[in-house]
């Protein structure tokens, strides 16, 4: 399993900036598929961004050009860092932020979202 700790988040006003950061460790020998996911108040999970294990990132339309997803490697081949750093915030970002990975399998669509393994999730709250 792939254990992964959030923190970042909080609330800003319209047209902010945060940054959402996941650290991250894995199983030796596996490849993942990490990515961030998002729950507005009374909707479905939905993918924001992905990143496969060669850094191919994919994003939803809402938040391409203003959101990018990242990872840094430390010095353990087996941890990462993933970032989400969200710019030109919208009221309609809204909603609990979950960093989550599943094995890789060839691609990392973002309608998946039953991952195996989720971050705790943090709120972001945009007010107009």
């Known amino acids: 399993r792939v254990r992964l700790v959030q923190s970042g988040g909080g609330s800003v006003q319209t047209g902010g900036s945060l940054t959402l950061t996941c650290a991250t460790s894995?199983?030796?020998?596996?490849?993942?598929?990490m990515g961030w996911y998002r729950q507005a108040p009374g909707k479905g999970r939905e993918g924001v961004a992905t990143?496969?294990?060669?850094?191919?990132?994919?994003?939803?339309?809402s938040v391409k050009g203003r959101f990018t997803i990242s990872k840094d490697r430390g010095g353990n081949p087996r941890e990462n860092t993933l970032y989400l750093h969200m710019n030109n915030l919208k009221p309609e970002d809204t909603a609990t932020y979950y960093c989550?990975?599943?094995?890789?399998?060839?691609?990392?669509?973002?309608?998946?979202?039953?991952?195996?393994?989720w971050g705790q999730g943090t709120l972001v709250t945009i007010s107009s």
């Open positions: 989550a990975a599943d094995l890789y399998g060839g691609s990392c669509r973002l309608e998946y979202t039953n991952l195996a393994d």
């Open positions: 894995r199983p030796p020998g596996t490849s993942h598929c």
């Open positions: 990143i496969d294990p060669s850094d191919n990132t994919r994003y939803a339309d």
